[in-house]
């Protein structure tokens, strides 16, 4: 009778646990909806061309980093940029999260901006930007070419990946650079068609890499795999409906990057990065986050 007591008290607080967790979700998404956020983020845009941060719904403690570092509220970017001329943007209801890469007028030049937006009750808290000035492997054209690729759109739902899904095929994405470690996806993620441009340069077009033969349309990197050990960790933003994943990392342990991985009918069709290896960078600036938030 005892034992029958005690998992009646175990179910009815897995019930309660679920029905916490089920609301906080419904919380979320009931605060931040697709619209809203890509409001924000047209806000925030406008906010660096004008050089004036009170355009954006900024939070009082908001923090703001390039490249890791942090950068006061206004400066940094937000004192040199000029016209957007462009974007695509990524969503992630469940997190409250945008992404969003661009191509930033500057000083007559062009350069690569990718930024993470965190919003809560409609403010923005947390802006972590990658900007990219580098000269080498530095191709703004090659990204305005790509401007056909639809990243945003929602797809039909059968088309869809689930959220953990995603995460898994990006994570086994980096995994794969490194000697000895066992795949975690099939190799249907990275078979098929698949293209992948880094700062603008598109390494998936055949011939010869660092004298590592790349296929053409073949996004794998295991001819690449020869790293010590595994990148730094991960933080994901997730748009389901979209087929968008992307991960904020510090790539080989000194670039700040991001990988943003278009995923439909659960292959892996377009990858966008951006990273600056100027320098060698010793964090990312922002705590680890669980992979399932």
Not at 25 to 49: M, N, V, W
Not at 165 to 192: C, H, N, P, Q, T
Not at 203 to 213: E, H, L, R, S
Not at 226 to 239: A, Q
């Amino acid at each position: 009778m005892k034992r029958i007591q005690k998992w009646a008290i175990v179910a009815v607080a897995v019930i309660f646990i679920t029905i916490g967790l089920s609301a906080s979700y419904t919380s979320a998404e009931t605060e931040c909806t697709r619209d809203g956020l890509k409001a924000i983020t047209t806000q925030f845009l406008t906010s660096l061309e004008t050089h004036n941060p009170s355009a954006a719904p900024l939070a009082s403690n908001a923090r703001y980093t390039e490249n890791g570092i942090d950068v006061a509220t206004g400066k940094g970017t937000w004192e040199t940029a000029g016209k957007v001329i462009f974007k695509r943007t990524m969503v992630d209801t469940k997190k409250c999260g945008i992404h969003t890469q661009t191509i930033i007028e500057e000083n007559g030049k062009q350069v690569l901006y990718g930024v993470r937006l965190k919003v809560e009750k409609e403010k923005i808290s947390e802006i972590e930007a990658i900007v990219v000035r580098g000269k080498e492997v530095l191709n703004p054209k090659a990204i305005l070419d790509t401007a056909y690729q639809d990243w945003e759109e929602p797809l039909p739902p059968q088309q869809r990946s689930s959220r953990l899904a995603m995460i898994a095929v990006a994570d086994d994405y980096f995994e794969l650079f490194v000697k000895d470690k066992k795949r975690v996806v099939s190799d249907l993620a990275y078979s098929g068609f698949c293209d992948r441009w880094e700062n603008g340069t598109i390494t998936t077009k055949g011939g010869m890499n660092q004298n590592v033969i790349m296929p053409k349309h073949d996004c794998s990197p295991e001819g690449f795999a020869d790293m010590t050990e595994t990148h730094g960790k991960r933080r994901f933003l997730v748009d389901e409906e979209a087929g968008v994943v992307v991960a904020y990392m510090l790539f080989n342990n000194s670039w700040p990057d991001f990988h943003m991985f278009k995923i439909n009918n659960g292959l892996v069709v377009w990858i966008q990065a951006y990273f600056e290896y100027s320098k060698t960078y010793k964090t990312m600036g922002w705590p680890d986050e669980p992979a399932c938030e």
